[in-house]
């Protein structure tokens, strides 16, 4: 009898493995489904005041641009998409975005350029994934943690977190500094979509008050990757440079420890600084030890 008892659990806990992997399997395919190369266009539109006096600004559209997304990395539970532009004769590094599989801890957005690290319940990220987003320069941007949902025909991974100011307003707007983000990643028929639904919060010592509720759509159809072939070429030889710049900034995330940024050191923003660091490495590509160190230096100047 115990042998039968032992069986039956034995098979069990065999096909709650093999329904996990094939689920595994299944979300990583998702997620590579979004590398290619593609037309974008990205569209924003304030939708909802919470109150009467706000005044409603434009709405943004940009695009349709080129751009290149990869897999630039991948290990056992993680993967990581870089993005790349194509602007004219121009290739710009765009935004990053990492997956990793039952992530236990992610760094949460405050507002005013700083993050503090998030433990999260084992229990409660079982086959769940963390997307984080990174900055152009590999800063921190957002994280969030959330399965991929397959049903219905449907296929989408959604998830909700506080974030910066988005770059189309960055530089514009000084009456919020949070946006409460619901990202939804969904595959569609000729490519993705990154369907936004967002809030423009405003948080103080004293209070935290929602402005505007705006609605986003980046739309992602999937063109020929011959397109993109200056944007392959430009990684090939570029790639060396950031990866050096990301293990460094692995050694920040590491600590685990509250992060805040200076806007600006010396007039001069922190993409800005590692850029040219790259334009350095691009011209002597021997002094790559001296060079992290002052990738490290940089990164520290504006951490306080």
Known sequence: MNRII??????????????????YNKDVESI????????????????????????YHDRFKSGPVLEWIFVDSESPRKLSLQHLLVAGPHIIKHWRQEWTHEETSLYEYQGD?????????????????TQKVYQVDDSPRYECSAPWIRYNKKNYWECTTNAPLPRREYSKRNDY???KRTNRHEIISGGHAHDQDNVKI??????????????????????????????????????????????IWDEFYSKREPMKFRKKVDGSTLWQRLFELGDQYKENPNEIEALKKEINTTIKEFLY
């Open 6 to 23: 032992l069986g039956t659990l034995a098979m069990a806990i065999n096909i709650q493995a093999f329904a996990h992997n094939d689920n």
């Open 202 to 247: 405003l948080k103080t010592k004293e209070f935290q008050k929602p402005l505007v509720m705006e609605k986003g759509l980046n739309l992602y159809t999937k063109v020929s990757n011959s397109l993109c072939n200056k944007a392959k070429n430009w990684w090939k030889d570029h790639k060396d440079y950031w990866f050096h710049v990301r293990n």
């Open 113 to 129: 350029f700083k993050w503090t690290p998030k433990d999260l319940d084992p229990l409660n990220v079982v086959n769940q994934w």
């Open 177 to 179: 500094n949070i946006m």
């Open 32 to 55: 590579k489904s979004m590398t290619g190369c593609y037309k974008v266009t990205f569209r924003n539109a304030e939708t909802f005041a919470f109150s009467k006096n706000y005044k």
